[in-house]
């Protein structure tokens, strides 16, 4: 029987968060767009949307924690860090420029290491906030696919995350209870997750 793949997440207390520049104030403000209106509109210009979304994990005494983004305006929804892909890019090379759109890491040992094997892929076949972890035998063709990644840290760092979010670290006991705060997706994120072999590191000590 083949072993768990080991990871390493390191405590959460070795990164730091900062926020990215505001837009220029002078700067006309887009109007918002209702989500699924957008949805909308980029089907029936480009076709299927592509979304990649990157688990990221840290631990605090030694329990798994994931880091989400919490929206301050309009819906104020936690999402997972990621986004929509252009057209014709690739997951990889998407999820990291969306990283350093989102959760930037600005300072660190190393970048972020992407898992390519796939965690997780989700279908919206409607115009609706509803996902499946498979699509539905009645839809052709989904709005949109969804698909997520475990995505590593370095050891140490510094995160800069947009003006108007708020970096969340969640831990893994709150999600699995979380349904009524987080929806469906995210408390599925500990089960993904479970086929591995988390290995906490503990934090480095200081020379005298």
């Given at each position: 029987?083949?072993?768990?793949?080991?990871?390493q997440i390191?405590s959460?207390?070795?990164?730091?968060?900062?926020?990215?520049?505001?837009?220029?104030?002078?700067?006309?403000?887009k109007?918002?767009i209702?989500?699924m209106?957008?949805?909308?509109?980029?089907?029936?210009?480009?076709?299927?949307?592509?979304?990649?979304?990157?688990?990221?994990?840290?631990?605090?005494?030694?329990?798994?924690?994931?880091?989400?983004?919490?929206?301050?305006?309009?819906?104020?929804?936690?999402?997972?860090?990621?986004g929509?892909?252009?057209?014709?890019?690739?997951?990889?090379?998407g999820?990291?420029?969306?990283?350093?759109?989102?959760?930037?890491?600005?300072?660190?040992?190393g970048?972020?290491?992407?898992i390519?094997d796939?965690l997780?892929?989700?279908?919206?076949?409607?115009?609706?906030?509803?996902?499946?972890p498979y699509?539905?035998?009645?839809?052709?063709?989904p709005?949109?696919?969804?698909?997520?990644?475990?995505v590593?840290?370095?050891?140490?760092?510094?995160?800069c995350?947009?003006?108007?979010y708020?970096?969340?670290?969640?831990?893994?006991?709150?999600l699995?209870?979380?349904?009524?705060?987080?929806?469906?997706?995210?408390?599925?994120?500990?089960?993904?997750?479970?086929?591995?072999n988390?290995?906490?590191?503990?934090?480095?000590q200081k020379?005298?």
């Amino acid at each position: 029987m083949a072993s768990s793949p080991p990871i390493q997440i390191y405590s959460l207390e070795q990164y730091t968060c900062g926020t990215g520049e505001a837009d220029d104030e002078n700067k006309e403000e887009k109007p918002k767009i209702d989500k699924m209106q957008k949805l909308r509109e980029i089907n029936e210009k480009s076709g299927l949307v592509r979304t990649v979304r990157a688990i990221i994990l840290v631990h605090m005494y030694n329990h798994p924690y994931v880091l989400l983004l919490e929206k301050l305006t309009g819906d104020k929804s936690i999402i997972i860090p990621g986004g929509r892909l252009a057209l014709g890019e690739d997951d990889e090379t998407g999820l990291q420029r969306l990283l350093a759109k989102k959760l930037r890491l600005v300072k660190g040992p190393g970048p972020y290491e992407i898992i390519n094997d796939l965690l997780s892929c989700w279908y919206r076949p409607q115009y609706t906030e509803q996902m499946f972890p498979y699509c539905p035998v009645h839809v052709t063709t989904p709005k949109e696919v969804e698909r997520w990644y475990l995505v590593l840290l370095p050891e140490n760092g510094s995160l800069c995350i947009p003006p108007k979010y708020k970096l969340h670290a969640v831990p893994f006991y709150d999600l699995q209870d979380g349904v009524r705060r987080y929806g469906k997706q995210l408390p599925t994120i500990p089960l993904l997750v479970s086929r591995f072999n988390i290995i906490p590191r503990p934090i480095p000590q200081k020379d005298d």
